[in-house]
């Protein structure tokens, strides 16, 4: 029963969170949308090779994971360099973003969130410049001749209980929507606080279920979209959202349970402040190196949940070393590149990551 308990505390949070995080992600998915039916001409060559890198990093500094999946088809068709791919890979936060840029109980308030996102997405921009610029220069990259499109498109006919799932998350979202708003001013909306509590709850069981039922059953990959039609993009916004509340939620309930029953807060305060430099950043940046967008979903939801002692430069290695779901179409066209691009990634976060801890060690002291 107090496991049960346990899981449902970490229930109302992960949707707090998701309410921030719906809005953050329909109004991206639905304005690149309106702005790509404008501007049709997306994949020819950017400006000269020299500011490829720039370019990249700007592309990765856009929140969630299109700008990626965009400069990944840019590179298949040798209309930007290794360098600004790289670069792109470096800058994005991914999915992560979105989680940055909600709020949650132990982060107290919105521009709280918002300054963190500032910082990392400052950080990554110059990384992801400095080392494009390198690997352009120092020519590392594979010579692999890219050979496989990724072009094909998979349109899903959901079934009734995904439908009835899908329906509800969205009318959730726009009930959720007002007191996220609110919430930048630090006000809130008093005569439906225990409402929003329970909608905040079954937001992110029905976002676990909605996760589940498309990548596990229906087997949906979640870089397959029609982005010229508007129903495909809402659709895949929706899986992007149920996959972001669901690992905000075992993010949530993963580093609770080892903070408060494991190990307990107390001596894990100690560990952290005693172990940043050979555990908590190398750990970040290895989680964050996983394929998708998951680990620096997990790891920004641990840097919320223990803001007080969570060093900021561990999320900041764990975003440098995330490449979002942009990796995806890039292994599929280039297995070599796609490697190389996670390897070097790493090298860089854990050099950014260092250096930023040692600047917050300075500020601090």
């Avoid at 120092?138 to 899908?166: G, H």
């Avoid at 895949?236 to 609770?256: P, Q, T």
């Amino acid at each position: 029963m107090e496991f049960i308990c346990f899981i449902i505390d970490n229930l109302e949070p992960a949707g707090n969170i998701g309410g921030y995080v719906a809005i953050s992600i329909f109004g991206f998915a639905i304005s690149s949308f309106y702005i790509k039916q404008k501007y049709q001409k997306v994949t020819t060559e950017i400006g000269p090779k020299w500011v490829h890198p720039v370019v990249g990093s700007l592309f990765g500094s856009i929140p969630g994971c299109g700008a990626t999946i965009v400069v990944a088809s840019l590179y298949k068709n040798q209309n930007i360099s290794f360098g600004g791919l790289f670069a792109a890979f470096i800058s994005t936060l991914g999915e992560g973003s979105f989680v940055l840029l909600g709020v949650s109980d132990e982060a107290k308030t919105v521009l709280g969130n918002l300054e963190v996102y500032a910082i990392i997405t400052v950080f990554g921009f110059l990384a992801g410049t400095i080392s494009g610029y390198l690997v352009d220069v120092l020519k590392w990259r594979t010579t692999t001749i890219i050979t496989e499109s990724t072009d094909n498109v998979k349109n899903w006919r959901p079934f009734f209980l995904e439908k009835f799932i899908f329906c509800s998350i969205v009318i959730i979202s726009i009930f959720l929507a007002p007191g996220s708003i609110m919430a930048f001013w630090n006000a809130e909306i008093k005569l439906i606080e225990e409402l929003t509590k329970y909608a905040m709850m079954l937001f992110t069981i029905l976002s676990l279920l909605y996760y589940f039922l498309s990548t596990f059953i229906y087997k949906r990959h979640n870089c397959h979209c029609d982005h010229d039609n508007l129903k495909s993009v809402i659709s895949h916004a929706i899986l992007d959202i149920s996959m972001v509340i669901s690992y905000v939620f075992i993010g949530l309930v993963l580093s609770n349970y080892v903070i408060d029953v494991i190990i307990g807060v107390e001596k894990f305060e100690l560990w952290m402040q005693s172990s940043a430099i050979f555990i908590v950043v190398p750990i970040a940046a290895l989680v964050g190196l996983t394929p998708g967008c998951g680990g620096m979903i997990i790891v920004a939801t641990a840097y919320l949940n223990n803001i007080d002692y969570f060093p900021l430069a561990a999320l900041i290695a764990a975003a440098i070393a995330t490449s979002g779901d942009g990796i995806f179409p890039l292994i599929a066209q280039n297995k070599k590149d796609g490697l190389l691009v996670s390897l070097i990634g790493f090298v860089v976060a854990l050099v950014v990551g260092y250096i930023a801890l040692i600047m917050q060690v300075s500020i601090t002291n």
